[in-house]
Nanobody, 123 residues
Framework: QVQLVESGGGLVQAGGSLRLSCAVS????????MGWFRRAPGKEREFVAT???????SYADSVKGRFTLSSDNAKNMVYLQMNSLKPEDTAVYYC?????????????????WGQGTQVTVSS
């Protein structure tokens, strides 16, 4: 059984930083494209970042240069380092895993999802 558990969310002031973690069990992150998505209040869930099995990453334009996605293969975890946070980054952040090796910005490409972690950025 594949499980993804996010942690690290919280309340932070604008300009601050947070690091989200995603602990993966039942599947190796080296054999999965991994992604982070978010749902802001009143909005649809949207793509944030993705990483492929070879470490290649891709980011939404809204977070490029501020967020960094990485993986720790030994711990079977992925991380989302979020810097220079803005109030518009406020959302529930979800970790997701694919059955494919490649990352993707398309939500329906992902088979496994975590429950999400709340990030709130105050102005």
């Amino acid at each position: 059984q594949v499980q993804l558990v996010e942690s690290g969310g919280g309340l932070v002031q604008a300009g601050g930083s947070l690091r989200l973690s995603c602990a993966v069990s039942g599947r190796s992150v080296t054999g999965s494209g991994m992604g982070w998505f978010r749902r802001a209040p009143g909005k649809e869930r949207e793509f944030v970042a993705t990483i492929s099995w070879n470490g290649n990453t891709s980011y939404a334009d809204s977070v490029k240069g501020r967020f960094t996605l990485s993986s720790d293969n030994a711990k079977n975890m992925v991380y989302l380092q979020m810097n220079s946070l803005k109030p518009e980054d406020t959302a529930v952040y979800y970790c997701a895993a694919r059955r494919s090796l490649s990352g993707s910005y398309i939500q329906r490409d992902y088979s496994y999802w975590g429950q999400g972690t709340q990030v709130t950025v105050s102005s």
